[in-house]
């Protein structure tokens, strides 16, 4: 299905929506390996 951020959805409604900003979100097709997310988590912000 389609990706969302900031909300849930329950019984086909959307809910609990998120009430703040939301930065840096990224979205990978594949599962990371423990590997590529400790990666990851060591990047600088840009």
Same mark, same amino acid.
Do not use: C, I, M
């Given at each position: &299905? @389609?990706l $969302?951020? &900031?909300? #849930?959805? /329950? !019984? &086909?409604? +959307?809910? !609990?929506?998120w009430? &703040? $900003?939301? !930065?840096q979100?990224e #979205? /990978?097709d +594949?599962?990371?390996t423990a590997e590529?997310?400790?990666?990851l988590?060591?990047?600088? +912000? @840009?």
């Amino acid at each position: &299905g @389609p990706l $969302s951020v &900031g909300r #849930a959805q /329950y !019984d &086909g409604a +959307k809910v !609990d929506f998120w009430n &703040g $900003s939301v !930065d840096q979100v990224e #979205a /990978y097709d +594949k599962a990371l390996t423990a590997e590529e997310v400790s990666a990851l988590h060591g990047r600088q +912000k @840009p």
